[in-house]
């Protein structure tokens, strides 16, 4: 029986093919954010280039036995998320609405979803647990709420079915073999590679926003590194092997840390100089916002691995590697 991973080729995904444990992996992807070697770094896994849509899905689950759905496909910025709302909920909520179909059809029974901490918006006191009401403010945000609702609706609806919803946190890092980084199609919106990118041609790197109400004026995140996170989506297959329903996980270091900190911390694990410069705070950032995340330690009997300088270290080596 296999594992399908939707975008699979992406940052995240990527990094949860190569840790995959067995050979039975299925990855569809389009491409549209995606510029790996896939037949290089992940010469096991079976890839599909296609859209994510009712007509492949059926296809796909025709043609293979699938156990197990990693549903990380859709578009994932917030600021342009906030300029193209349309296009935001066409892609990310009703590709979501093809794949629960299409899994009830084949009766495929077991769903991760690949859902984010901006679904609490900025109305919570952090650390932020999974129980608080959610609140987007942007429409990225918004599709993700949904999506879960439509989820745990499903969920109520068909007792076979059972699905580990991971609100992450701030994913950076890479592999350790360097094979893996992110690096998107098109321009960085993630901060390491704009960071890494600064660090080494000198270009100042822009921080939105001075003057938030933290202790030195940036926003406060909680980062994970993409190890960890993908390590959590390998526990949550074994843990829905036993578990029936929907359970919502957050995945985090479970500590917040400034972006001026990062940046220091980048700056010395590194030995690199980064010039900066503060630019106005972008449409839909919050704050403050950093994970509990004891629920997920004792579910998944997960906790993280790598540290702060891990995440900036591994993240240039991939760099370097790769350009």
């Known amino acids: 029986m296999a594992t399908l991973i939707t975008g699979g080729l992406g940052y995240i995904g990527s990094h949860i093919s190569k840790i995959y444990p067995n050979k039975d992996l299925l990855i569809l992807d389009n491409l549209s ?21 009712l007509k492949t899905l059926n296809k796909i689950f025709k043609e293979y036995k699938v156990e197990n759905v990693i549903h990380m496909a859709g578009f994932k910025s917030v600021s342009e998320s906030v300029k193209y709302p349309i296009q935001y909920y066409r892609n990310n909520v009703n590709t979501s609405l093809d794949l629960l179909e299409s899994m009830e059809k ?11 901490a901006t679904v609490y918006g ?26 879960e609702k439509m989820i745990s609706d499903y969920c109520k609806s ?46 100042k790197l822009n921080i939105f926003g001075k003057d938030y109400k933290t202790k030195d004026g940036t926003c406060i995140r909680d980062y994970i590194h993409v190890l960890d996170l ?21 995945v985090g270091m479970g500590k917040g840390i400034s972006v001026l900190d990062i940046i220091r911390i980048f700056s010395k694990a590194n030995n690199l100089k980064v010039n900066y410069k503060f630019v106005r705070r972008r449409p839909g950032d919050v704050p403050i916002s950093f ?10 009997k997960w906790k993280p691995r790598y540290t702060y300088e891990d995440m900036c270290i591994d993240s240039l080596r991939a760099y370097l590697r790769n350009n």
């Open 291 to 300: 994970a509990s995340n004891q629920k997920i330690k004792k579910l998944l």
């Open 230 to 250: 993908a390590e959590c989506h390998i526990l949550s297959i074994k843990y829905l092997k036993k578990f029936k329903g929907c359970k919502i996980l957050n």
């Open 122 to 147: 900025n109305n919570h006191y952090c650390p932020l647990k999974e129980d608080l009401t959610t609140n987007a403010i942007n429409t990225y945000a918004e599709t993700k709420i949904i999506i």
């Open 33 to 53: 954010n995606s510029k790996l070697n896939y037949k290089k770094v992940l010469p096991k896994a079976r890839v599909i280039i296609d859209d994510l849509n």
């Open 106 to 116: 084949f009766k495929i029974k077991k769903l991760i979803f690949s859902s984010s």
């Open 158 to 203: 068909n007792k076979k079915f059972s699905s580990i919803i991971l609100r992450y946190f701030n994913p950076i890092g890479a592999d350790k073999s360097g094979d893996l980084l992110d690096n998107p199609l098109g321009e960085p919106l993630n901060l390491m590679p704009i960071l890494i990118k600064s660090a080494l041609t000198g270009k």
